[in-house]
Nanobody, 116 residues
């Protein structure tokens, strides 16, 4: 069994910063892909950022230059540093991990609200 525990969401003014964390625990020793998706009200869930176990990252065009994704493999934790936040970044952010066996795992979600 795998648990993904997210933290770091909250309310921030436009232009501010937040750092999300997602700590994985349980039966998976190492994940191939760790990342973040988000879902705004009335919209589909979309990919925000991913990072592979050996380093390469993938960021959505809408967050490039503002968000940074990193991971600590020893702690099985992935981080999303969000700077220059905009109201359109408001969403529930979900941690997403893919095991070496290609199984998907999701966190419970953390709310990020950016006020104008």
């Amino acid at each position: 069994q795998v648990q993904l525990v997210e933290s770091g969401g909250g309310l921030v003014q436009a232009g501010g910063s937040l750092r999300l964390s997602c700590a994985a625990s349980g039966s998976i020793f190492k994940f191939n892909i760790m990342g973040w998706y988000r879902q705004a009200p009335g919209k589909e869930r979309e990919l925000v950022a991913q990072i592979s176990s050996y380093g390469p990252t993938n960021l959505a065009d809408s967050v490039k230059g503002r968000f940074t994704i990193t991971r600590d493999n020893a702690k099985n934790t992935v981080y999303l540093q969000m700077n220059s936040l905009k109201p359109e970044d408001t969403a529930v952010y979900y941690c997403h991990c893919v095991s070496l066996g290609q199984n998907d795992y999701w966190g419970q979600g953390t709310q990020v609200t950016v006020s104008s």
